[in-house]
């Protein structure tokens, strides 16, 4: 699982994901100052998260020596958004449901389409109705119903 999710090669190279994603997380998201800031975070962590506080804290150690500052992220506003189809999985690990509702909100007029899945993504996942919405508003322009929940 391990070299599944680093995305070993059989030469022993590796892809370039964990790093791209550390790199987002260190830009966009306010984080502790030192490590030290870390250190002094995982006690209430632990108490408030027990059996991930401290692990997804950790995870973010590095952005401790991110030499740039955060930008926190902002969120996008449009008020013409017909051509947009926000995609959100219902149980996804890692995204809320519930974030890719406030994102359809905030981009008027665009479609939320729901997915029945524990992934994290759904397009190209094997998610036929996901997959069939998508390429038909990529190569024609048509979007989907509102509010379907795609199984």
């Not at 550390?22 to 100052?33: E, I, M």
Request: charge should be neutral; include cysteine.
């Amino acid at each position: 699982l391990s070299d599944r999710y680093f995305q070993r090669r059989s030469d022993g190279s590796a892809g370039l994901r964990v790093e791209a994603q550390l790199a987002v997380l260190c830009a966009d998201l306010a984080r502790p100052a030192s490590p030290q800031a870390f250190r002094d975070a995982a006690p209430e962590l632990a108490r408030a998260a027990p059996h991930v506080g401290v692990a997804n804290l950790m995870s973010h150690l590095p952005c401790a020596f991110w030499t740039a500052p955060a930008r926190p992220f902002e969120l996008p506003s449009v008020t013409d958004a017909r051509n947009i189809v926000v995609l959100a999985g219902r149980a996804d690990p890692l995204t809320p449901h519930v974030w890719g509702e406030r994102m359809a909100a905030r981009l008027h007029g665009s479609t939320l389409l729901s997915v029945e899945s524990r992934e994290h993504t759904a397009f190209g996942r094997g998610h036929a109705c996901v997959d069939a919405a998508v390429v038909e508003l990529l190569l024609s322009g048509a979007m989907p119903e509102p509010a379907p929940v795609c199984p």
